[in-house]
């Protein structure tokens, strides 16, 4: 853990050190993948934010900010331990800072705000006013005095419900209600959110344990496959091996969109997927839909602020293959996460690969969500 802290205001009593109960580095709680079905039982479910899990410990005379990594996350955000100064000295909260953008959790601008230390007081404070964060608390750890570790995740949550949160801060909205958290899961992605968590009433906060659950929706979708990216290890005689399979749907004016991959495959599948692919694979000048897309098409590897140049590693295919993957959600036009190959669909057209096969979920804002 790094020195650096967000200062407290003066007059912290003399009675502060008492009042502090835990202290950095803390590990925070963790979730284990549950598949896209909510369990029944004895839990409560909450949204899962899209965003840095982040401790806050309110301490004798400094806050601080600690990542799930144990990291000191305070210099980057600055008007995040300003405001947690407000809290009482030996609170412990756990939570997810993020950023809203457009009315969405945006983990791109997010992203953003993580500058080298050395911008202290420069580009920090100046993303800290364009893009300022919003702490989602989920879980209390302590207040003055009390470690409540040892409490019963449902009478946590119920403590957390009667502080008082500086600005800055908000609660997440809770459920009892399987149902409800069901309905959750389906359309909390358009508000850039990502499932939801299922909580036992009765677990203690378990530092570095998987003792919640997380539940995300589950598709499956038929795409053209039209080109990949090499892995990052070469295949046994030096060339490169499929890493990811690069995928696109095509929209109303016949524009094939590119929208997110697949990967995780065995280093044997990574083989069999180069030999199968290779015939299909074009040369840097022959015609493919991704090199003449029209506007608004969106299309792999393009320049951006990281990279100036297209990744010209990248293999492109005719498009003529159709493959079944599985995803948990879309946000607008492409894959919210890396997408699982399920099989080949040679009984499919590439033409009937089309955004319409995808259902419609409300667009909801974070306030919406919140507000539940």
Known sequence: MTDAAGARSAGATSDAESAVTVRPPCAVMLAKAGGDQVPTGDFFYEPKWDGFRCLIFSLEDEVLLQSRSEEDMSYAFPEMTKAAAALPSGTVLDGELTVVHDGRIDFAVLSSRLRPRSETGGNIDALASQHPALFIAFDVVALPGIDLRPMGAWERHLRLAELELPTGMVRTPATRDPREAARWAEVVAGAGLDGVIAKPLESPYQPGVRALTKVKPSHTADVVVAGWR?????????????????LGVYDDHRQLHHIGSASSFSAARRRELTEELAPLAISETADHPWREAGPGVRVPDLPNRWRRTPNKALVLLSPERVAEVRYDAMIGNRFRHVAGFQR??????????????????DRLAVDEVLGW
């Open 344 to 361: 080949w669909r040679p009984d499919r057209e590439p033409a009937s690969c089309r955004f319409d096969q995808f259902p419609e979920i």
């Open 230 to 246: 090499p892995h990052k290890q070469p295949g046994p005689d030096g060339s490169p091996v499929v890493g990811s399979l690069l």
